[in-house]
C-alpha cells in the first residue's frame, strides 16, 4: 500500500475548500480520501498560523508522479510551497518521501521539508473531518 499525506495552506488561495477538493478528486492522483482543516504554524515564525487543508489517502503514483502534479497544485491554488508525504508501506525498504514542493514562480529562500510543522489528520485543534471511500 502506498499513502500520500498533501497539506495545502489556505490563505492566499484561489480556490476554497470545495473548490481545492474538486481538483484533487480530478486528479485521479488518490484511491481513497481523507480531509480534514487544522491550523497549520508557519516554518520559524512564533504565532503565525494558516488554515490548512490537510489530504491523506492511498495512491498508485510514483513520488516523481506526485511531485509534477503538486507543482501544479502550488500553481492552481497561488501557493509559495506544498508539502508532501509519500511512503510505500509494502516495499522491502518501506520507501518514504517528504518533500517542500515550491511554484515554479517562487523566487524566495527555499525550506527543506520539516516534519514538526507537517500535519496529519487526527482529532486535535480541527474544523472539520472528512472521510471519503473509492471514487
Do not use: W
Not at 46 to 72: A, C, D, R, S, W
Not at 118 to 127: A, H, V
Request: charged residues 25%; contains cysteine; neutral net charge.
Amino acid at each position: 500500500m502506498k499513502t500520500l499525506k498533501i497539506n495545502i495552506g489556505l490563505n492566499n488561495n484561489t480556490l476554497d475548500e470545495e473548490k481545492i477538493i474538486k481538483e484533487i478528486f480530478k486528479s485521479n492522483i488518490f484511491e481513497f480520501l481523507l480531509f480534514q482543516k487544522k491550523r497549520g504554524e508557519y516554518l520559524h515564525q512564533v504565532n503565525k498560523y494558516e488554515p490548512t487543508l490537510i489530504v491523506e489517502g492511498e495512491t498508485k503514483q510514483t513520488p516523481e508522479q506526485i511531485e509534477k502534479y503538486i507543482v501544479n497544485l502550488c500553481t492552481l491554488t497561488n501557493q509559495d510551497c506544498i508539502p508532501f508525504s509519500f511512503a510505500d508501506l509494502l516495499s522491502k525498504e518501506k520507501d518514504q518521501t517528504n518533500k517542500l514542493v515550491y511554484n515554479v514562480a517562487f523566487k524566495g529562500f527555499k525550506h527543506k521539508f520539516d516534519e514538526n510543522y507537517f500535519l496529519t489528520i487526527g482529532n486535535t485543534d480541527s474544523d472539520y473531518f472528512l472521510a471519503i471511500g473509492n471514487k
